[in-house]
């Protein structure tokens, strides 16, 4: 078989990982798929950037019809983020019939549909395994290592650069800022790491993880979202205290065909496995009717793990080549998708709040539970280490997330409390 022309759409963290395996495996990869993999042509925003490996120059280019409308391009691999303009490449390379491999989650979370189609309209592969948890094959398992399976939750660490900077937190006290730097200069972060700090990173992954576990046309406003910016050193060492890590978790269940998707800091008690997950690593929990639970762990972002993934996609679409089936993978069509209501989401919660410090408080307010039909599995009363008045940590059974959110708007006008310090989901 001739050689296999790829057009490399970026070369930073991963498009750099992707060079180095490509050229540094290609006796390897050549031996499993049985012709070479030659990346020919390289997007980069600027030419002249000083690179981390040594490209030929006319290799490089600034012009991305360059690759997207070059005929001998067999493969385009996108790795250079953004939405609309990379959406406007991927659509006219899969309209001139050329696969593409992509990392790009925030692209596959809102257009993926649309895009899926037009590869299947044009008999193209589109493959983004790269796109949720970096290094671990989660996208394939899904879809095809579940495939006898229904999947009733997912549950998961699926950003490296919170669960890094939450794991230099717990165990060492850093402060926020200083670790969400390091994590950038590491490459984990996104170029704007708003997303990944406020989750809305791992809302797009879910929403990837969701639609394909549950075969269902979850979108992602269907997910809610909560970062992990307003989460304290205080909170993190009562989770501790307490026998929990905090974690930003994206949690997906399916009950009786309703789902329900978020993505929350979350207080996930120690003995769970994905409690000891840690720094830029990601785990997937997921849980089938038939195979019970499950789950999977590895590196989440960073150059060469997010690099194995999409090079493992390389791979995939050249085999489908030799085979001539390409376009003819995955789901054909999902069920429309039935939103739980706040009434059908249940779980558990930890409140922390600062109260005034005299007789019957606690009766106020686990009255209020009461009236609400929460009921508390756990209750502790101390002094408020930063003031003179004291502090409460309500943890409930579980609860019905509407039934939560009424006790939440009764403490708003409940005179003994001061504030509802935090209040986080609990897992485990
Ligand atoms: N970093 C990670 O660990 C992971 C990243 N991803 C996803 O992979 C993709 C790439 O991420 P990452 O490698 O970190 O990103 P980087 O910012 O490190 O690299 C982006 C690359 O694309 C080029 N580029 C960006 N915009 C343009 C443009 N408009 N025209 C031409 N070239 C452009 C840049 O050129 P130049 O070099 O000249 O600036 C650079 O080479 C993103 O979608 C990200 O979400 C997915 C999983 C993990
Ligand atoms: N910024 C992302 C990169 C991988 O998707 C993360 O931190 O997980």
Known sequence: MKPVKVGLLGLGTVGTGVVRLVEGHQEDLKSQVGS???????????????????????????????????????????????????????LEALSRGKHVVTANKDLMALHGPEIIAAARANQCDVLYEASVAGGIPIIRTLIEGFSSDRITKIMGIVNGTTNFILTKMSNEGASYGD?????????????????????????????????????????????????????SQDDIAYAKRLGYELK??????????????????????????????????????????????????????????????????????????????????????YKEKKLKTDEQISAKYFLLLHVADRAGVLARITQVFAEHEVSLQSVLQQPNPHNPEAEIIVITHDANKAAMNKVLRAFESLDVIRQVKSVYRVEG
């Open 36 to 90: 070479s993999i030659v990346i020919e042509k390289i997007l980069v925003q600027n030419k002249a950037k000083q690179r981390a490996l040594h490209i030929d120059a006319d290799k490089l280019t600034e012009d991305p019809w360059d690759i997207i409308r070059d005929p001998e391009i067999d493969v385009v691999v996108e790795v250079m983020g953004g939405i609309a303009d990379t959406k406007q490449y991927i």
């Open 179 to 231: 670790v969400l730097k390091e994590a950038q200069q590491l490459g984990y972060a996104e170029s704007d790491p708003t997303s990944d700090v406020e989750g809305l990173d791992a809302a797009r992954k879910m929403t990837i993880l969701s639609t394909l576990g549950f075969r269902a046309n979850v979108a992602l406003e269907d997910v809610s979202v909560k970062g992990i910016s307003s989460v």
């Open 248 to 333: 930003l978790l994206g949690i997906a269940e399916r009950q009786d065909d309703y789902i329900s998707v978020s993505v929350e800091p979350t207080m996930v008690k120690l003995s769970h496995p994905i409690a000891s997950v840690n720094g830029v690593f990601n785990a997937v929990y997921v849980y089938g009717e038939a195979v019970g639970e499950t789950m999977f762990y590895g590196a989440g972002a960073g150059e060469l793990p997010t690099a194995t993934s999409v090079v493992a996609d390389l791979v995939a679409v050249v085999k489908n080549l030799k085979l001539g089936v390409n376009g003819k993978q995955g789901v054909t069509a």
